[in-house]
C-alpha cells in the first residue's frame, strides 16, 4: 500500500494481500476515472487514516474476504493512496471513512461507509455482481 503515511502495519499487511489478487491495483485521483469507466464490476476502496478510524483494517479484512469466496466473479479492486484521498473523496462523494465504492461500466452504484455487519457488505455485493450472495452463509 504505497505512501502510507500513518497507516498501520495490520492495514499495510491486508493491503498487500489484496494487491497480490488479479484485477487488484492502487488508483490515485489522476486515473480513478479511467478506474471507474471499465466495463465490469469494481470496487474502490478508501481506508482513512486507521489511527483516527481503525475500522478501516476491519473493511480492508472484509474486501478480502468478499473477493477471496469460492465461486465468486472476477471484481476488480481500487485501492486509493492515501496522499489522494481527499480528492477522491470529493469527486465520488463519499463523506466518511473508511468506505467501499462500489462501481460498474462506468458508475458509482453504491457507497458503504464505516465498518458494517457482514450481511450488509453480502448484499451490496451481491447487488453489485447482480448475483443472490446474500443468501451465502459467512
Known amino acids: 500500500y504505497p505512501d502510507t503515511g500513518t497507516v498501520g502495519i495490520p492495514l499495510k499487511k491486508v493491503c498487500d494481500s489484496l494487491l497480490a489478487f488479479p484485477g487488484c491495483e492502487t488508483v490515485t485521483a489522476a486515473d480513478i476515472d479511467e478506474f471507474i ?4 464490476p469494481g470496487i474502490v476502496f478508501l481506508p482513512g487514516d486507521t489511527e483516527q478510524r481503525p475500522e478501516g483494517e476491519d473493511v ?8 477471496r469466496r469460492p465461486g465468486g466473479a472476477p471484481v476488480r479492486i ?4 492515501r496522499r489522494d ?3 477522491v473523496m ?3 462523494g463519499v463523506v466518511m ?10 458508475a458509482v452504484q453504491e457507497i458503504v461507509a464505516r465498518m458494517r455487519e457482514w450481511p450488509v457488505y453480502q448484499q451490496v455485493f451481491g447487488r453489485l455482481l ?6 451465502a452463509q459467512a
Do not use: Y
Not at 469507466?37 to 465490469?40: S, V
Open 130 to 135: 447482480g448475483t443472490d450472495r446474500a443468501a
Open 97 to 106: 471513512l473508511p468506505a467501499l465504492v462500489l462501481v460498474r461500466d462506468g
Open 60 to 67: 480492508a479484512v472484509v474486501l478480502r474476504e468478499l473477493v
Open 90 to 92: 470529493a469527486r465520488l
Open 37 to 40: 469507466g471499465r466495463d465490469g
Open 85 to 87: 484521498e481527499l480528492k
Open 78 to 81: 481500487g485501492i486509493v493512496a
